[in-house]
């Protein structure tokens, strides 16, 4: 009788001990599972970006049907070079057009066609080419050379600003009492002829520069000629004629500045009995 007492209390204490069986099991299952989670939030980003380029090239890109892209962050194209891209195979075909249409003799050293942030701009000198000296009348030689632009132009739908330049040589006539006007009537000489030849007028803009924006320094007869000059101005699709970076960068940075602080106002007349 005190045997069989005997064997049920032990057997008891067997049982009593068996769910530490079942905790350390639990317990081993959770630190599995923290573990893994902690390994999946470290995974390596780039290697994982790979992965997934190379499964969706071999799906042939992205499958219909499917959800999100698997790639969080896709490349991003640089817009910025393909539009200077463009700016520059647009500026080679102008300036090519242009020597074939008009003849390298008539355009070497007058006319030039360069590729800027604002856009495309075609250069013009006045000397000999656009106007005569002091006027705002175009040449019979302008009547050759601005037909080509004009048909140039009527085929982008790009905006044009054409803007006039004047050396500092001061001038004050009856019809040009400063470099202003004479600036100002120049490029509008020319909006208006572009309009009467196939460019339409709501792309059209004139805008007088004066003796503000040279390119060269004004210290030679030659160098005050190339700043003499008529610039017709192709704007950039991501520009507008209202934006800040539309203006002509100035040779001289000083000068620039002191623009800013102080800006030139133009003596449209005189007073007369002093």
């Given amino acids: 009788m005190a045997r069989r007492k005997k064997q049920n209390h032990e057997g008891g204490h067997e049982n009593a001990e068996r769910w530490l069986l079942t905790y350390a099991d639990m317990i081993t299952l959770l630190m599995a599972f923290f573990i893994m989670m902690y390994s999946m939030s470290v995974m390596n980003l780039e290697k994982f970006q790979a ?57 070497k050293g007058k006319v030039q066609v360069n590729q800027e942030a604002r856009g495309v701009v075609i250069s ?84 007088g520069y004066g003796e503000t924006h040279k390119r060269v320094p004004n210290d030679t007869e030659a160098h005050r000629a190339m700043n003499r000059r008529v610039d017709i101005l192709i704007v950039g699709e991501q520009q507008n004629v209202n934006d800040k970076a539309i203006v002509p960068k100035t040779v001289s940075k000083p000068e620039r500045e002191f623009q800013k602080v102080q800006p030139h106002i133009p003596k449209v007349w005189e007073k007369t009995g002093e």
């Fill in 124 to 207: 013009v000198a006045t000397d000999g080419m656009m106007f005569d000296r002091g006027s705002a009348d175009l040449t019979p030689l302008a009547h050759e050379i601005l037909p080509s632009i004009a048909g140039i132009l009527a085929k982008l739908p790009n905006e044009i600003m054409v803007e006039g330049h004047t050396c500092n040589l001061p001038i004050r006539t009856a019809v040009f009492p400063s470099n202003w006007e004479l600036a100002s009537a120049r490029a509008c000489r020319v909006v208006r002829y572009l309009g009467e030849h196939g460019v339409a007028m709501r792309r059209l803009s004139a805008v």
């Fill in 51 to 107: 992965v997934a380029f190379s499964i969706r090239s071999g799906f042939g890109g992205v499958l219909k049907g499917g959800g999100k892209h698997i790639m969080m962050h896709p490349p991003k194209t640089d817009g910025k070079s393909n539009r200077q891209s463009e700016m520059r195979r647009m500026s080679q075909e102008i300036e090519e057009e242009l020597k074939k249409q008009i003849g390298e003799s008539k355009l």
